[in-house]
Nanobody, 125 residues
Framework: EVQLVQSGGGSVQAGGSLRLSCAASGFSVDEYGVGWFRRAPGSELLGVACRGRGDSPIAYRDSVKGRFTLTSDKVRNTVYLQMDSLKPEDTAVYYC??????????????????WGNGTLVTVSS
């Protein structure tokens, strides 16, 4: 059974950093496409950082480029989102997602098969 269990998040002041974790089970993180998405209060779901399966480039949302970094650890079978220089507009519930059909070079795909439970990130000014 595929599962994604998220941890991390919380509250931070603007300019601070947080790291989100997404522990995967039932598949290997380097064999699936993975991504991070977010939904701000009253807003739609947006792709933040995504990559296809295998050794694939990562696609970042313009507003987070240079501040957020998606990485994965094959040994821990975990995907991370390092968030630096956080801004109040980054406040949202963040979700990780995975899908075996996402090919290398893909951008964020909102119909991914598997989703984490979400974690709240609050950035105060």
């Amino acid at each position: 059974e595929v599962q994604l269990v998220q941890s991390g998040g919380g509250s931070v002041q603007a300019g601070g950093s947080l790291r989100l974790s997404c522990a995967a089970s039932g598949f290997s993180v380097d064999e699936y496409g993975v991504g991070w998405f977010r939904r701000a209060p009253g807003s739609e779901l947006l792709g933040v950082a995504c990559r296809g399966r295998g050794d694939s480039p990562i696609a970042y949302r313009d507003s987070v480029k240079g501040r957020f970094t998606l990485t994965s650890d094959k040994v821990r079978n975990t995907v991370y989102l390092q968030m630096d220089s956080l801004k109040p507009e980054d406040t949202a519930v963040y979700y990780c997602a995975a899908d075996p059909g996402i090919v290398p070079g893909s951008s964020c795909y909102y119909g991914m098969d598997y989703w984490g439970n979400g974690t709240l990130v609050t950035v105060s000014s």
